[in-house]
């Protein structure tokens, strides 16, 4: 099994440019999960999806999208990037929420 | 407001020492996950907890469901345990929260 990837690993972006943040399991996890992690804040809830077709957001959702058409794909779209959003961006999978995470190596990503 | 509270949130111990890092939440929980992150960046998972006591080799973690708070404990530190150690816990709405983290470095 790969377990979670995550790609790319680095990227910069300039102010007002879309991209994606690709992730994938092939452990046939139903929960995935999109984290931001920023110095002294700790790691903090963007967007989950409890199965195919289902999502939901987290505790920092604005500026991003999701969407989770397949069990293994669950890809993290910035509309129009922000400095604001310069951040180390973790995906995470899981059986469930009672079960163990698995995270992905992260993503860091500058904005300019 | 923080609804996962860790302390310390640096700790740094002589290599042997007893290690204890604590999680106070504040939500109402269906399990606890403490975390390991070392410096490279990669998050694995340590244990998961809905209630009582886990062990895992000289790690043991805790969790008092009624007073809302975990203990990971380190027996025994070692160097290779310098890492951050993160509190999440899975709330209602099948949202995860997370402390702030505790940075352990284990000097030889």
């Known amino acids: 099994n790969a377990g979670v990837t995550q790609t790319p690993k680095f990227q910069v972006l300039k102010t007002g440019q879309s991209m994606t943040l690709q992730c994938a399991q092939d452990?046939?996890?139903?929960?995935m999960s999109w984290y931001r992690q920023d110095p002294g804040m700790g790691l903090r809830l963007i967007h989950y999806?409890?199965?195919?077709?289902?999502?939901d957001q987290g505790e920092v959702p604005n500026g991003y999208n999701v969407s989770r058409s397949t069990t293994e794909d669950f890809p993290l779209r910035l509309l129009s990037a922000a400095p604001s959003q310069t951040s180390v961006y973790f995906c995470?999978?899981?059986?469930?929420?009672?079960?163990?995470?698995?995270f992905g190596p992260g993503t860091r990503l500058t904005v300019l | 407001k923080n609804e996962v509270e860790q302390s310390p949130q640096n700790l740094t111990a002589q290599e042997g020492e007893f290690i204890t890092i604590n999680c106070s939440y504040s939500?109402?929980?269906?399990?606890l996950h403490w975390l390991q992150q070392h410096p490279g960046g990669g998050i694995v998972s340590l244990f998961m907890?809905?209630?009582g006591k886990k062990k895992h080799g000289r790690l043991i973690a805790t969790i008092n469901i009624q007073e809302k708070h975990s203990s990971l404990h380190i027996t025994a530190s070692h160097p290779r345990d310098s890492a951050v150690y993160i509190c999440?816990?899975?709330?209602?709405?099948?949202?995860?929260?997370f402390g702030t983290g505790t940075s352990l470095t284990v000097i030889p």
């Open positions: 995470a999978s899981s059986y469930w929420g009672t079960d163990t995470q698995y």
């Open positions: 452990m046939n996890h139903e929960y």
């Open positions: 999806s409890v199965g195919a077709g289902i999502t």
């Open positions: 939500v109402g929980i269906s399990a």
């Open positions: 907890l809905s209630s």
């Open positions: 999440a816990v899975y709330g209602t709405g099948n949202q995860f929260y």
